[in-house]
């Protein structure tokens, strides 16, 4: 059905506005409302931005609910220490997450829900050689896993309250040439630590191969859960000799040390990430080529040579000089 009012939380992230863009130019997409505590971060050409605190809980809910949408793509996520701290990035998820559910209960036009959760809900055993899948049973062990699952048990009740289409997309760590992206601020530090030990091997997923996810799962009003991971894996050993960096084995208490030391650096290393250091993060799907006719464009090595590809600035002088 053309026309459809679209709802884009998260607008003003990097994957949010990508999303929002790809939307402008689908076929399908009518009206689009998006709201975020930050201003979009691409030049949209026919969206309506709304810029609102992550904790005015009653102010979303109005706006769902004026705006009366047929698709909500719920993007607005926030992983810890991209953006936010633990604690901060926990709070503003919840809110944004109850005031989007709350709203979507009472919406009558509501069609179609896309959800954004991730692969860190199948919890610290998703490594070397476990490969979780979307029927792996869920046994989150880190703050982003838990928040995933809070997401997740939200938009099953959606599901069965009102009967509309609801579409999980489990991300495996985004990477982009702009996305706030815990792993990939860690990667592109000169001296990067890994675990000496094991050196277990991890997926990710290019954020335009995200976005796109998001968009199939709103084109074909797809209903369940579906993995979005690059095909193959790499090892942060791997990852750091593509990028050139200089690595750093570390275990035992020398861990401890390295993660406090990144920290110092600018680049913390929340437990979802640890996790993924420590012991690896698999997965694969057996939803996404049924449900949304999907693969991904890029690699996970094809994801890892790009992040280390992404141009320096360039600063530009200014025509005139006024002080």
Not at 12 to 37: K, N, P, Q, T, Y
Not at 66 to 83: Q, T, Y
Not at 277 to 292: D, F, I, K, T, V
Request: net charge neutral; charged share 20%.
């Amino acid at each position: 059905m053309k026309g459809r009012r679209v709802l884009v939380t998260g607008m003003g992230g990097e994957l949010g506005s990508l999303v929002a863009s790809m939307a402008e130019r689908s076929e399908w997409a009518g009206d689009i409302l998006g709201f975020d505590v930050d201003p979009p971060r691409r030049n949209l050409q026919r969206s309506r931005f709304v810029r609102v605190g992550a904790t005015e809980v009653d102010r979303i809910t109005e706006l769902v609910a004026e705006f009366n949408p047929h698709v909500i793509l719920h993007v607005g996520v926030w992983e810890p220490h991209a953006r936010l701290n633990t604690d901060q990035a926990e709070e503003c998820t919840e809110s944004v997450a109850k005031a989007v559910f709350q709203a979507a209960h009472a919406a009558p036009a509501l069609e179609t829900a896309v959800v954004r959760s991730g692969i860190e809900i199948y919890g610290e055993g998703t490594h070397t050689p476990n490969i979780a899948v979307e029927s792996t049973p869920v046994a989150p062990t880190s703050t982003y896993g838990r928040m995933c699952g809070t997401i997740e048990q939200q938009a099953t009740e959606l599901r069965i309250a009102k009967g509309v289409n609801v579409c999980t997309l489990r991300l495996a760590p985004v990477l982009g040439a702009h996305v706030p992206s815990p792993l990939g601020r860690i990667m592109r530090l000169p001296v990067v630590p890994y675990h000496g030990l094991y050196n277990p091997v991890f997926s990710v997923v290019e954020d335009h191969d995200a976005a796109q996810a998001f968009m199939l799962g709103a084109d074909r009003n797809a209903d369940g859960v579906v993995n979005i991971v690059a095909n193959g894996a790499t090892s942060m050993l791997r990852a750091i000799t593509i990028g050139r960096r200089v690595p750093v084995p570390a275990f035992g208490p020398g861990w401890w040390l390295a993660r406090n030391m990144s920290s110092f650096a600018g680049a913390p290393i929340p437990d979802h990430v640890a996790e993924l250091m420590e012991h690896g993060r698999l997965a694969a799907s057996n939803e996404a080529a049924h449900l949304l006719r999907f693969a991904p464009s890029h690699t996970t090595t094809q994801v890892i040579e790009r992040l280390y590809q992404w141009p320096t600035v360039e600063r530009i002088p200014a025509r005139k000089q006024v002080a």
